[in-house]
């Protein structure tokens, strides 16, 4: 086994033809700092041309949490300094970061076990193999803090069957192991306890010869059903209805009517959580991401990565991120005070420079 650890933040090792990057950031739920992505960076560079390694794996030291996203406490504290080279080259390499392991060369895998979110959900999806356990709960929650969608969300989400993806990225709900099939964003089910078999597996198979194969042969005698119901398959007749209205303003009142024709408990629970995070999420965030997910529709995952740096910086400079940030991490008050209270109140002139970065 080679040790090729440079960080206390990521643990990484190459073993029989596996090269092992894990997250180890506890305290803040492996949140992504500039040192991680730069470590990462390093490693794939490293990897993808060396004879050593066959496979990538990106897990994490702990069973609970892959990658909470971007760190974006530490963010805060620049653009509280107006240190506006530091958030731009945050964003400029995490973005790369995600390109990267897009058309990384050798077959990656992602074991996208427990909360995995934001950054993390862009980290794991870019990744060949997204291997999701009975623990795994993933959400791009970005509408919640001012912010939208990125890491490539725009393109990967509208893979999603229907609306689907729309929901997640609006709402920012959090989705289990059979949705994250069900929506393709998941590609395997692993239980908790076969991946230890997994990983010995992957160590004893010939993957010098053929990785990919080794991979699925693998992946196709471990998988197992999830034994839980995806809501986003149940309610997906609802879902696209819903959001195929093409208007987002009359989008909520709509949503109104759908929770009174819901009878059953459990429905009625998870759809009200639903409505729960469209009331609270910033209504400037709602109207562009809904607006971005419109435009990129057809367009490559390579577009889609250029127009979230550019609208980044606007909803940076111009966005509800900051109050934000305060209300969900820094003072926890939960009571933001978005630039705008209703959807009504924007007009097109206040989205003019989103939309004009996409």
């Known amino acids: 086994m080679i040790d090729m650890s440079k960080s206390d933040l990521i643990n990484a090792k190459i073993h029989q ?24 960076h390093n490693l794939l560079e490293s990897w993808a041309c060396s004879s050593e390694v066959d496979v990538v794996v990106l897990n994490s030291t ?19 300094k107006q240190d506006w080279v530091k958030i731009q080259s945050f964003y400029t390499q995490e973005y790369a970061l995600n390109k990267k392991l897009s058309c990384f060369p050798k077959p990656t895998i992602a074991i996208g076990a427990g909360l995995v979110m934001g950054g993390g959900f862009g980290l794991a999806h870019h990744c060949d193999y997204r291997i999701v356990t009975e623990t795994s709960s993933w959400a791009m929650p970005e509408t919640a803090i001012g912010f ?52 010995e597996g992957l160590e004893k198979a010939p993957t010098n010869v053929d990785a990919q194969g080794c991979i699925d ?6 998988q197992a059903p999830t034994q839980l119901e995806s809501p986003l398959a149940h309610f997906r007749q609802e879902i696209d209805a819903f959001l195929a209205e093409g208007d987002l303003e009359i989008l909520l009142s709509s949503f109104d009517m759908l929770l009174l024709q819901k009878l059953k408990p459990a429905e009625k629970e998870w759809l009200q959580n639903i409505y729960d995070l469209f009331a609270y999420a910033s209504p400037l965030s709602l ?47 939960g009571q933001p005070n978005w630039k705008y209270s209703d ?12 939309v004009d970065s996409f």
């Open 17 to 40: 033809g596996i090269g092992y990057i894990s997250l180890n950031r506890p305290s803040a739920l492996n949140a992504l700092n500039r040192e991680m992505v730069d470590e990462l």
């Open 62 to 80: 702990s069973p609970t949490f892959f990658c909470s996203g971007g760190d974006i406490k530490d963010l805060y504290h620049h653009f509280q």
């Open 148 to 199: 939208f969608p990125d890491v490539g969300a725009a393109w990967f989400l509208n893979q999603c069957p229907g609306f689907t993806g729309w929901l997640m990225a609006l709402s920012g709900c959090r989705v289990n192991a059979e949705d994250l099939l069900y929506t393709g964003l998941g590609t395997h089910h692993l239980a908790s306890r076969s991946l230890d078999f997994f990983y």
């Open 217 to 222: 042969i693998l992946l196709e005698n471990l």
């Open 287 to 333: 109207k562009v991401t809904h607006l971005y997910l419109q435009k990129k529709k057809s367009a490559s995952l390579e577009n889609v990565f250029d127009c979230d740096l550019k609208l980044a910086k606007v909803f940076l400079e111009q966005g509800d991120f900051i109050e934000g940030v305060r209300a969900k991490l820094i003072d926890r008050d």
């Open 343 to 354: 959807l009504f109140d924007i007009n097109q002139a206040a989205i003019k420079p989103f």
